[in-house]
């Protein structure tokens, strides 16, 4: 079974400071990993994603996430927070082989004070 | 990046009724469409995976007489919710899986927000 950890329901962060939403997981066999973004009343857009390469994945928006295999961690981080940035993020897991559904983590709520 | 697209975005009922929600890839075909519902900030819950020319698969606990999955074209898939009760109210998310894509990704709907009165 495969499963995703975000331990914080919401993170804040000062305009201009740096950011992570912090992710976990668990899946059998080599991990595809996702972030996705969803704004009030929208669909989930993409952000990145992880399936082989550099453990530094650089994303839209000027995020970026790192794989950390011996952690299973993929946080998500961005240099310098927008009051823009303040949405809902999901994280997102699938193994390599087998099902190709991921799952998604609860979700953590990015708040970016002005 | 690839476009699905959601009808309505936003509906409201009476209990009793049946409405139908169109989800549809716009520049690509998807075998594969999934249904998801998500509460109030909490995270999406898989509802069904929808195969073209096939019956959809329902995750356990959902009532696939309630929520009516059909997946008739490659663009295009549907999901009814037959008499509808005010505990449906929810918000309604597909999402297509690009079969030409090379990591098999995901393309998300902006999502139907449905109110049953």
């Known amino acids: 079974a495969q499963s995703v950890a975000q331990p914080e329901d919401q993170v804040n962060v000062a305009e201009g400071n740096p950011l992570t939403v912090k992710c976990t997981y668990s899946?059998?066999?080599?991990?595809?990993l996702f972030w996705y973004v969803q704004y009030p009343n929208r669909g989930l857009q993409f952000l990145l994603k992880?399936?082989?390469?550099?453990?530094l994945v650089k994303g839209s928006y000027g995020f970026e996430a790192e794989f950390n295999k011996s952690q299973t961690s993929f946080h998500l981080k961005k240099p310098s927070a927008l009051v823009s940035d303040s949405a809902l993020y999901f994280c997102?897991?699938?193994?390599?082989?087998?099902?190709?559904?991921?799952?998604f983590g609860r979700g953590t709520s990015l708040i970016v004070h002005p | 990046g690839a476009v699905v697209s959601q009808h309505p975005s936003r509906v409201i009922c009476k209990s009793g009724t049946s409405v139908k929600i169109e989800c549809r890839s716009l520049?690509?075909?998807?075998?594969?469409m999934f249904w998801y519902r998500q509460f109030p900030k909490q995270s999406l819950m898989l509802m069904a995976t929808?195969?073209?020319?096939?019956?959809?698969?329902?995750e356990q606990g959902v009532e696939k007489d309630k929520f009516l999955i059909n997946h008739a074209s490659l663009t295009l898939s549907t999901l009814t919710v037959t008499s509808a009760h005010p505990e449906d109210s929810s918000f309604y998310i597909c999402?297509?899986?690009?079969?030409?894509?090379?990591?098999?990704?995901?393309?998300f709907g902006p999502g139907t927000r449905l109110t049953v009165t």
């Open positions: 929808s195969n073209e020319g096939s019956k959809a698969t329902y």
């Open positions: 997102a897991v699938r193994g390599s082989g087998g099902s190709y559904i991921p799952t």
């Open positions: 999402s297509a899986r690009d079969p030409t894509g090379v990591d098999y990704e995901q393309y």
């Open positions: 899946v059998s066999g080599n991990p595809y």
């Open positions: 992880y399936i082989t390469g550099d453990n």
């Open positions: 520049d690509f075909q998807a075998t594969t």
